[in-house]
Structure formats: C-alpha cells, structure tokens
C-alpha cells in the first residue's frame, strides 16, 4: 500500500490556468506538508497543516491555496500559473511534534508552458 | 531563509568505498534528520539524530552531530551502486517546519 500517494505525476499546462494537485496519506499522520523542488533540487517547504489547520505559509503567493477536507488530504489548488511555478511539488506527512520522520511521496512535475 | 548548507555537492567513488558528506546550518536545532532521494522519487528517511545525541548508527550509516559547530555528518560505508542518490539533512528547530540542505548527489561507480 502506498503510504502518500499524489496525483498527477506529471501536469504540463500554460500560462495563466488553474491547476490542483492532490496529496493522500494512509499513515493516519495529523501533520502535512507541502515542498516545491526547484530545477537545481533545492527543496523548500511550502505550507504544514495539523489537525486540518494551516500552521506554516512560507510566503508563498496567495496564487497557491492549499486545502485540508480532513487529516488524511492535502490538495494544493494554484491559480493563473506562471514559469516560475515549474518546479516538482512533494507532499509529505509526519507524526505530530519534534521529532518525528517525514514520509514524502512521489512528487508531481509541473510544467509550465 | 536556507538553513542548511552540505558539501560536497556532489562525490563520486568506487563501489565498497566509503562516502561522508557534511550538512552545516545557521540556528538551534531540537533535532537534525538525513533523507535520500533517488532519481526521479521522493525523498526517503534514513535516520534522525537528536540534539543531545553525539552520534547514530543504522546499518551502514553513522551520522553525528557537533551542535556546536552546528554541523552533521553521514557516513556511508562499504558503498553500493544502489547507494546512488542525492542526500540531504533537514533541521528542524520547532515543530511542523523542516529546512531542507542543498543536497549531495553520491554517485557510486560499479
């Protein structure tokens, strides 16, 4: 069984459309996140929910909205895409607290046209 | 801001060799993990190591900790070529947010 599992693995679309990816764990973590790899695989963090609730908005732009429906999801919902937003996105969740591993899953590879 | 910094960037060796690579950063950190990724995948856990502790060994790796250096080291022995991957540590000095360094990518020869 998949532990995180996202979907799509690949998204090529153009500039200035709207696009989701979704993020699903089965690990019964109540802490997500979200991280964009960029072309050089330096990895950044995005957001981190618990519970549902968004704790951590690295400024991103207010283009990237990530939604929650329940502990178990994660959808990152980005408008009007740029160039700039071509990069692969990591979904990831964790145990709550310190110190607790990360379990990512496959990445998606958005492109931006 | 990027907290962790690893050299080399990238080392290539011979099977059987051993490989170290080296993540600095920049603030206190509660504990200091060391994560895989291969080509093309996600990032996998390898081990975690917590502020107090010195040293870890799992199977082949030993990482260890000098917090007042604010530096970490992973030592892979007895390399394989299925050991090929970029490796990465991530600090974190509060709960819900990791810092991810610029990687090493390892490529062991055959």
């Known amino acids: 069984d998949t532990a995180v599992s996202q979907t799509p693995k690949y998204l090529v679309t153009q500039m200035g459309n709207d696009k989701s990816i979704k993020c699903e764990q089965n690990?019964?973590?109540?802490?997500m996140y979200w991280y964009k790899q960029d072309s050089k695989k330096f990895l950044k963090i995005m957001f981190s929910?618990?519970?549902?609730?968004?704790?951590i908005n690295e400024t991103v732009p207010n283009r990237f909205s990530p939604k929650s429906p329940d502990k178990a999801h994660l959808n990152l919902h980005i408008n009007s895409l740029e160039l700039g937003d071509s990069a692969v996105y990591f979904c990831?969740?964790?145990?709550?607290?310190?110190?607790?591993?990360?379990?990512f899953g496959p990445g998606t590879r958005l492109t931006v046209t | 801001s990027q907290q962790g910094e690893e050299d080399p960037q990238a080392l290539s060796i011979q099977e059987g060799e051993n490989a170290t690579m080296n993540c600095s950063y920049k603030?206190?950190?509660?504990?200091l993990q060391w994560y895989r990724q291969n080509s093309g995948r996600g990032l996998v856990h390898l081990i975690l190591?917590?502020?107090?502790?010195r040293e870890k060994h799992s199977g082949r790796l030993r990482v260890t900790l000098d917090t007042s250096k604010k530096s970490s080291s992973l030592l892979i022995t007895a390399s394989r070529a299925a050991d090929t991957a970029s490796y990465f540590c991530a600090t974190s000095s509060g709960t819900y947010k990791y810092i991810f360094g610029t990687g090493t990518r390892l490529k062991v020869l055959a």
């Open positions: 929910y618990n519970n549902k609730e968004l704790i």
């Open positions: 990831a969740s964790s145990g709550t607290g310190n110190a607790y591993e990360q379990y």
């Open positions: 190591i917590r502020s107090n502790e």
């Open positions: 690990l019964g973590h109540d802490t």
């Open positions: 603030t206190s950190i509660n504990n």
